[in-house]
């Protein structure tokens, strides 16, 4: 995981439990290949008061996403590219409704088939087709954090 924020004072760059345990502030899960992507992503939604963690693969994001379990601290939105390398979005999506963890996602694609929008829209999930202004991310991740009836991954 890497984040674009150091630590005042620190060399090192904060890893899930520095984000959960140093604020009460809401925290987003982002997980893009595209590093230049990765760093818009992370930054629209720090624009909006969220703390980011980010991920660089859908292996990365998933075992992130486990930690996070684990540790009864889930992520309050989860951004995910649908292809990256070692697991799609979907997929990771599939293994939080098995475990039952509902918790928003918004997945975007540069490829949406209408198989893919399909499977996503029979989850309850939101997905932004690339290119998207970052302000309809935003207008997503304020819509999904704040309105309880939104749709979340079961």
Do not use: C, Y
């Not at 996403?65 to 997929?91: F, W």
């Not at 990771?92 to 694609?109: E, K, M, Q």
Request: hydrophobic fraction near 45%; charge should be negative.
């Amino acid at each position: 995981m890497v984040s674009h924020q150091v630590p005042p004072g620190g060399d090192r760059e904060p890893s899930f439990s520095d984000v959960h345990l140093s604020t009460s502030r809401p925290w987003a899960l982002v997980a893009e290949d595209d590093l230049e992507m990765l760093w818009l992503l992370s930054r629209a939604l720090r624009s909006e008061g969220f703390d980011v963690i980010e991920a660089k693969s859908g292996v990365e994001l998933f075992n992130t996403l486990r930690h996070a379990r684990e540790g009864d601290a889930l992520p309050s939105l989860v951004v995910s590219d649908i292809q990256m390398p070692g697991m799609t979005g979907l997929q990771v999506a599939s293994r939080l409704g098995f475990w039952g963890i509902s918790v928003p996602l918004v997945l975007i694609t540069a490829f949406p088939d209408d198989e893919t929008l399909e499977a996503a829209a029979q989850a309850g999930i939101a997905v932004l087709s690339k290119p998207f202004d970052l302000e309809d991310l935003r207008k997503v991740a304020r819509w999904l954090t704040m309105n309880l009836d939104a749709p979340l991954v079961r």
